[in-house]
């Protein structure tokens, strides 16, 4: 009884999930924000590109839209290739001037 009660629970979080923003985490602070306040990263090209509009294919890693956490994840970079699956790191050029 109270198996399927918590089962039916969970579905309902799940559910109710779709209608809210996702939640992403900075690697460079490591807060979970919605992830449309947060900038994806993604490899392209074997370069790590931001990506906009949220729509590049494969493994993506968010930071906040601060250039503070973008050094912070700069630094982290086991951590970045880990999560995107990627070796060799090459950050884009122009990735900071994003912020100015
Ligand atoms: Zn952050």
Redesign the pocket.
């Known amino acids: 009884m109270n198996r399927t009660g918590a089962m039916s629970e969970s579905r309902m979080v799940v559910a109710k999930d779709k209608h809210e923003s996702p939640v992403r985490t900075?690697l460079?602070?490591?807060?979970t924000k919605k992830k449309r306040d947060l900038l994806r990263f993604a490899v392209l090209n074997g370069l790590i590109s931001v990506d906009k509009e949220y729509t590049l294919p494969g493994r993506g890693v968010y930071?906040?839209r601060?250039e503070k956490?973008l050094h912070?994840m700069m630094k982290k970079e086991r951590k970045v290739a880990r999560a995107l699956r990627c070796e060799k790191l090459t950050w884009h050029d122009g990735l900071l001037s994003l912020l100015k």
């Open positions: 900075c460079g602070c490591g807060q930071c906040c601060l956490c912070f």
